[in-house]
């Protein structure tokens, strides 16, 4: 199993930066992929950025040249730099993790952006 704990989210005014954390432990060794998905109310949970164990980044369109994605895969840990954020950035953020094509899930982190 793979445990996944975030942090950083909040409330920004819109144009602002926020840095979201995740941290993994239990099966580490197995992990593949790490990064976030966001979901708003009503909405479906959609990608925003994923880093494979090699470094190759995968962005939202929404997300590119605004988010950028980096991991360290010594310490376990995935971050996610949101800049220039929008009011439709509003969410609840999820670090997710992929083991032999599982995913694991977090618990979610809110991010609120007011305009």
């Known amino acids: 199993q793979v445990q996944l704990v975030e942090s950083g989210g909040g409330l920004v005014q819109a144009g602002g930066s926020l840095r979201l954390s995740c941290s993994a432990s239990?099966?580490?060794?197995?992990?593949?992929?790490m990064g976030w998905y966001r979901q708003a109310p009503g909405n479906e949970r959609d990608l925003v950025a994923v880093m494979t164990s090699y470094g190759v980044a995968n962005y939202a369109d929404s997300a590119k040249g605004r988010f950028t994605i980096s991991r360290d895969n010594a310490k376990n840990t995935v971050v996610l730099q949101m800049n220039s954020l929008k009011p439709e950035d509003t969410a609840v953020y999820y670090c997710?993790?992929?083991?032999?094509?599982?995913?694991?899930w977090g618990q979610g982190t809110q991010v609120t952006v007011s305009s």
């Open positions: 997710t993790a992929v083991t032999y094509g599982y995913s694991w």
């Open positions: 239990g099966s580490i060794f197995s992990i593949n992929t």
